[in-house]
């Protein structure tokens, strides 16, 4: 059995490019189990998994108390490392992004996910505004004392700019990805980017490891992989195919009446 420590480690030597590491993500310690059965390596919740197994709309609108406490459950439900989703951190302020990230380590997190964007308008924060956050981040879990795997989501792709802008985004990702990186960040999430030669050239230009939410509109695993992706993330498509698949069966089993 691995202690905290020798999870964060392991997980850090999960993200290797060309080889990634494939996060289906859960929700609850059922899931956490259903995906460890599977096969999994590491285990990642998902905001908008959570928040609607709990009753809630994405967004931070799942209270923190309610997010720890499913984390903690979760990490006592399997062996294997996990990250959670902590949207854009729980905080106006970086010390409350930093008291959050402790809050997650004692519950048993060995990484999180942190967005860029701002709550309300979606628009992407300021670059020196998001490295302040991801500094403090970074010094509550060396305080903890643990190799915490910080990885910063941006939303760069999620701006609603025209596909003729996408060198833009693809050059404001770059910048991003090394600004982060100089904060302490130690993985860039970049969910919306499809196109299979501006991945490989992310992946590429990126100092962090690239992390990519897999879609119908991505290229495929294999794809992924040979562009340089070293970690793959489901997002809420997981959740979403069991509720469709347990409506389906309810209705199944409900038609007998009719």
């Not at 290797?16 to 285990?43: H, M, T, Y």
């Not at 439900?77 to 004692?106: F, H, K, M, N, Q």
């Not at 990885?151 to 700019?161: A, H, I, K, S």
């Amino acid at each position: 059995m691995m202690n905290s420590k020798e999870k964060a480690e392991h997980f850090h030597k999960l993200h290797r490019p060309r080889e990634p590491l494939v996060l289906f993500n859960i929700w609850d310690p059922g899931s956490a189990k259903a995906v460890a059965a599977g096969g999994a390596e590491a285990l990642a919740t998902g905001s908008y998994s959570v928040a609607s197994a709990y009753g809630y709309d994405d967004g931070e609108k799942t209270p923190l108390d309610i997010v720890i406490g499913n984390l903690h459950r979760i990490v006592q439900a399997t062996e294997l490392p996990v990250t959670v989703d902590l949207e854009r951190g729980y905080g106006e302020t970086a010390s409350e992004v930093a008291a959050s990230i402790e809050r997650s380590i004692r519950a048993g997190a060995i990484g999180c996910n942190i967005e860029d964007s701002l709550p309300g308008n979606g628009k992407l924060r300021p670059v020196e505004e998001q490295m302040q956050r991801i500094r403090l981040a970074r010094t509550a879990a060396d305080d903890q004392k643990l190799p915490y795997f910080i990885n910063v989501r941006t939303d760069v792709f999620f701006q609603g700019l025209p596909a003729e802008q996408n060198e833009a985004m693809l050059a404001s990702a770059i910048e991003r990805a090394q600004a982060y990186a100089e904060a302490g960040a130690n993985g860039i999430f970049v969910p919306g980017l499809a196109d299979e030669k501006l991945i490989a050239r992310l992946a590429a230009a990126s100092p962090l490891p690239l992390n990519i939410m897999v879609s119908e509109k991505t290229p495929s695993l294999k794809n992924l992989a040979d562009a340089g992706v070293a970690r793959l993330s489901y997002g809420p498509d997981p959740y979403l195919r069991m509720m469709k698949a347990l409506a389906a069966a309810a209705r199944d089993a409900i038609s007998i009446r009719h």
